[in-house]
């Protein structure tokens, strides 16, 4: 017997090399093994020989691997053979691809600085075009690394072009306000796009889009990681340089920043598909970290205001403020869900959560009465429109979050029902901002 | 007869839970129930299993838990829970549409007849 709990030994070790089985899954197969190896046993082999066929009958390791990543595709994330069943994964994924597209967009950003003449001349064309200059790049990484066909290339390619002419033919007013709207949104509406050439263009399929969802979080910690270490790292190029001449960090600043600013978006995203490990257990870290005091936050100001009746008192600017924090609750909110093994039983975490999202509700919709009242006496402008509609779809999403958590927690729904909610909405965050880019401008008469 | 793996992939959830129905009841147990209500005939990659059980874990249809009977050893349990009977339920209506289409199908035609005679001789 002992040299079967040996092998089993090696065996167990070999099955979870790979990261996809957990230590619950191995246990599982072990006692799996260990039935067929008594029930052969009877039947009159030897040990090792019922060892041989019984891992034989589970299956090979590799397709035993896949079959466990193909359903927990949480944890297929973190291995590195996201792509497809490893066959493609060598070439397409190197990392020369990443340098290559952030090498095109860097250069794209210079050549369009150069022409706009920035920062001599501060255009506003510049400003509304510079999502056109970074994201394509990050689109036509994704589109050669999912290996995508002529035909969704084609389809990329001209939603991108149709919204660049769209949004560039528009005879916006001085200082329009409408124009500012635009430049704001067009890089979440680009976003999307991306999300569609990662997805490798399989948008319908909801558990894939929750994979979407994960790579946005992990990409902006990324995106955050190397910008603190490039600001550490210009800061001291400019010091170095600086006995050159008085001119020397501005030239640097220059030269530096608008390459490596695109440049940054497309290692970001080469690194998180390539280098989960960290990451993954960052993220679990942040959202322990955060929600926590989210939550203790929320909570307080909600009583407070609650109690105080400060109401009336909301300024009207508030409410973009308050668009900012139902986005930060619902990166929490998702941050949460892919951070959380989806088969675990409800946790303390999840209750803090739904405080987090009561109390953010509670909050908006406050501020959300105000503003129509003061909408109807003031009139429609573009920006209180924006406003308003995104807080109307965040609050709708949040909403719906915090009924399938408390039925989640109640016990009388799955985990997954929860994420199935976030993966459908999707699209409609997507039509909102598309909305605000391309129909507000007419809309206002592009006031 | 070597059943088409589609089929036995299509089959595999219905199966599982119709098990479960009977009474909780672990991996191994539940691989041996298969074999014994096809005949044998129903042959999976017994590793194969275990993915499928989680996913309808996932989905609620089935509930977990590790037990060590007085005498035994330690196995994880699955239990059907409400969400795995409706969805059983479901399946059933589906695969006896399905069986009596065939039925139908196969009485009538007479191409179908000569073709199992022909395969029979």
Known sequence: MSSIDAQLATWREFVSAGGTLDRDDVDELESHLREQIDELEALGLRADEAFLVAVKRVGTVDALTREFAREHSGRLWKQLVLMGDGDDAGGRGSWLDAVLFAGGAALAAHVVRLIAGFPDDESMWLGRNLAFVVLPFLVAYFAHRRGLGARHWAVLAGGIAAVAVLINVYPYRAESATELLVALHLPVLLWFVVGVAYLGGEVWSRERRMDFVRFTGEWFIYYVLIALGGGVLMALTMLVLSPLGPEMPDLVAEWVLPAGIPGAVVIAAWLVESKQRVIENMAPVLTMVFTPLFAVMLAGAAIVHAVTGLAGAFDRELLAGFDALLVVVLGLVLYGMSARDPSAPPGWMDRMQLVAVVSALALDLMVFGTMVVRIGELGLTPNRVAALGLNLVLLVNLAGAAWWSTQFLSGRTTFHRLEQWQTTYLPVFAGWIAFVVLAVPPLFLFG | ?121
């Open chain 2, 1 to 121: 007869m070597q059943i088409d793996k589609d089929l036995v992939a299509a089959s595999a959830t219905p199966l599982v839970l119709a098990i479960l129905v009977d009474g909780d009841n672990y991996g191994y147990g539940i691989l041996k129930r298969v074999r014994e209500l096809s005949d044998g005939e129903l042959e999976w990659t017994d590793g194969m299993l275990y993915p499928l059980l989680h996913r309808l874990q996932r989905q609620g249809y089935v509930s977990t838990e590790w037990r060590t009977p007085p005498e035994g050893r330690r196995r994880k349990y699955y239990a059907i829970t409400a969400a795995g009977r409706a969805a059983l339920a479901e399946h059933r209506r589906q695969w006896v549409t399905v069986a009596q289409a065939f039925d139908d199908a196969w009485a009538q035609s007479k191409t179908a007849r000569s073709v199992l005679q022909g395969a029979g001789t």
